[in-house]
């Protein structure tokens, strides 16, 4: 069983920038994919980003490339999520997710941490 905590929130303003973590506990993590999801209100939860168990092959949301970034440290059991450039359209709940089973479905999710960027 994993958890999975999520930190780093807050509220900014557009142009600024946010590092997210996610902090693993309960099981290793260093060969699971990795990805972060967001959900903004009223809306569907979105793909944002997604990093290799080897943290060798990523992928974004093509809103989000060149802007965010996202990267592991296995041996702290921790996945980041760099953001930069923030948008108002950022705005939203930012979830952490691990063990894919398919492009949306993974094994464990986190509870999320809230993202407000204010124009």
């Known amino acids: 069983q994993v958890q999975l905590l999520e930190s780093g929130g807050g509220l900014v303003q557009a142009g600024d920038s946010l590092r997210l973590s996610c902090a693993a506990s309960?099981?290793?993590?260093?060969?699971?994919?990795m990805a972060w999801f967001r959900q903004a209100p009223g809306k569907e939860r979105d793909f944002v980003a997604r990093?290799?168990?080897?943290?060798?092959?990523?992928d974004y949301a093509d809103s989000t490339k060149g802007r965010f970034t996202i990267s592991r440290d296995n041996t702290k059991n921790t996945v980041y999520l760099q953001m930069n450039s923030l948008e108002p359209e950022d705005t939203a709940v930012y979830y952490c997710?691990?063990?894919?089973?398919?492009?949306?479905?993974?094994?464990?999710w986190g509870q999320g941490t809230q993202v407000t960027v204010s124009s």
């Open positions: 309960g099981s290793a993590i260093s060969r699971a994919t």
């Open positions: 997710a691990a063990g894919r089973i398919s492009f949306r479905t993974y094994q464990y």
């Open positions: 990093l290799s168990g080897s943290g060798g092959s990523a």
